[in-house]
């Protein structure tokens, strides 16, 4: 019976050890590149004559006019257009978008439901109005005053795509809040921010990135997974658009405090991600033996797992009996504490944010129970569910 024991804990922590190397990989090339100094980049210039500001929503009358007015701020000292495209919705998200100043497109489209699907007709129609360059701002969030200026800059500097830092506009609401402020400072800070500074693509984070019009010539917006941003990434990646990191300015999105919204909001994000990496990496392997070398990040990060997984099956591969698998376990653990204090120091958190990784072993815990979830969430056509933010369910009693 030991002998057995034995043998299924070694089987159990090899197989951890290979499933997080990926991972730790891409942990160890973005923190590098994270804490680094910025790289300077210039590239061709444009003039950017008609700028778009895109807000997909679907049933957010009660915060669409703190993000229209927000970004009419930002368009103070850059003018843009805010226009909100009112999707499939069933509550006053119209009347309080054109409320805020905003210019409103109601779509009603029930067959073809989805962020993905808002956008794409965004894009199509402004563009075929005269935009040169979108932005595109989720509906629960408000930008920084800088926020258009900084990134039209970018891209007149030569940039095809831009994302700038997302980051949690309420991280004291709760622990848990508190938690995804640390997670996103390393996600949605770090991680681009050392992409950019090796060369690589940042990726696209799905809220608080813009696009020139000649790159969705080359690369249209075809996306409508549950995770569009990254399939879209992926897409530009393919068609050899790099996305290049604006660190000078930030979106702030209101992430949900407790109960159901938790939840739901990461089943959906990490399932949207498991089913990326069984549709893509396959085509990312086959380009990478084809020669095309720099599809070998996108992989990688593709293969990380949510943190809270990629420590717990470090953690198995720690408790292996074998020196060897220890040390692999040791020395990922070690670097995902490094990336975490890194992402922190570099993404402006403070002692809050160091004491709430004393939570992180129930972090753990709690994102291994919500596996069932995650699969299920793992679908290509879920529908556009808002997600309940922090203090609504008080609001509606």
């Known amino acids: 019976m030991n002998t057995t024991w034995a043998a299924t804990r070694m089987v159990l922590a090899v197989l951890a050890a290979f499933v997080t ?5 891409e942990l160890l090339v973005v923190t590098l590149g994270g ?3 910025r790289r300077r980049t210039s590239g061709p210039r444009r003039i950017l004559r008609h700028l778009a500001c895109v807000i997909p929503a679907h049933d957010e009358e ?3 006019a703190r993000c229209v007015e927000s970004l009419n701020l930002a368009a103070m000292a850059r003018t843009a257009e805010v226009t909100v495209i009112a999707d499939n919705c069933s509550d006053q998200t119209a009347a309080a978008a054109r409320g805020a100043g905003a210019r409103v497109i109601e779509r009603s489209d029930p067959s073809r439901r989805g962020k993905g699907y808002a956008l794409e007709f965004a894009f199509e129609r402004l563009i075929a109005e005269g935009a040169d360059a979108l932005f595109v701002v989720d509906a629960d969030s408000r930008v920084a005053p800088n926020f258009i200026a900084e990134m039209a800059a970018r891209l007149e500097a030569g940039a095809g795509a831009v994302q700038c830092r997302y980051l949690v506009a309420n991280p004291g609401a709760s622990l848990r809040t508190r938690m ?3 997670a996103l400072l390393a996600f949605n800070v770090l991680r681009p921010r050392g992409r950019d500074r090796w060369g690589l693509s940042a990726g696209i984070l799905g809220n608080g990135f813009g696009l020139a019009a000649n790159t969705l010539a080359a690369a249209p917006y075809r996306a409508t997974s549950v995770v569009e941003d990254l399939e879209y990434h992926l897409s530009l990646v393919g068609a050899g658009i790099d996305v290049r990191f604006v660190d000078r300015t930030a979106v702030y999105g209101d992430m949900p405090a407790e109960g159901k919204g938790v939840r739901t909001q990461r089943a959906r994000w990490e399932g949207g991600r498991l089913l990326m990496i069984g549709a893509t990496a396959p085509k990312l392997v086959r380009g990478i033996l084809r020669g095309r070398g720099r599809l070998v990040e996108p992989l990688l990060d593709l293969l990380l797992l949510p943190l809270g997984l990629h420590v717990g099956l470090l953690t198995m591969a720690l408790a292996a009996p074998h020196p060897g698998l220890r040390l692999c376990g040791a020395a990922g653990l070690t670097l995902v504490g490094g990336h975490v204090v890194s992402a922190i120091a570099v993404g402006g958190g403070g002692w809050r944010d160091l004491a709430a990784l004393a939570m992180a072993p129930f972090y753990v815990v709690w994102k291994i129970c919500m596996l069932p979830s995650i699969l299920r969430a793992s679908r290509r056509h879920s529908p ?14």
């Open 35 to 37: 804490i680094l100094p």
């Open 180 to 182: 995804m402020n640390v």
């Open 62 to 64: 009660h915060g669409i």
């Open 21 to 25: 190397l990926p991972g730790t990989l």
């Open 384 to 397: 556009w569910v808002r997600t309940e933010r922090a203090g609504e369910r008080t609001q509606q009693a």
